[in-house]
């Protein structure tokens, strides 16, 4: 299914939910904290594309290396605003996003079930 084929603000039928995905971003240290881990969006806006939960590890330490895991459940609408929010460029994370995607699409699994 495209990207935005059903717009949770405003779907063709009030009966579908968008499924929910679980992915994690590795994001490079040195850029995240250069912008002091703010993104280009308010909370407000992220709820609106679809990202329903984000999880940033509260403790950098040295085992954290060069890149920080982002963990962020949302619809598949959702994960790619963030994604593009990040941006995100590294050819095998984004492959792996849309086979997260494609995956809970397969499974329908539904707002409605979380």
Do not use: C, N, W
């Not at 405003?10 to 499924?19: K, Q």
């Not at 929010?85 to 079930?113: C, M, N």
């Amino acid at each position: 299914m495209p990207d935005g084929a059903h717009d949770p603000a405003g779907p063709a039928d009030a009966s579908y939910h968008p499924p929910v995905a679980e992915f994690t971003f590795f994001v490079d240290a040195g850029g995240y904290f250069f912008g002091g881990g703010e993104l280009h969006a308010t909370e407000a806006e992220l709820h609106e594309m679809g990202v329903r939960k984000v999880d940033i590890p509260d403790a950098y330490g040295l085992d954290l290396s060069e890149r920080i895991p982002v963990r962020v459940e949302g619809t598949p609408r959702g994960l790619r605003f963030y994604a593009q929010l990040l941006g995100l460029h590294d050819p095998i994370q984004r492959e792996e996003l849309e086979r997260v995607l494609r995956a809970a699409e397969a499974r329908g699994e539904h707002t409605e079930d979380r």
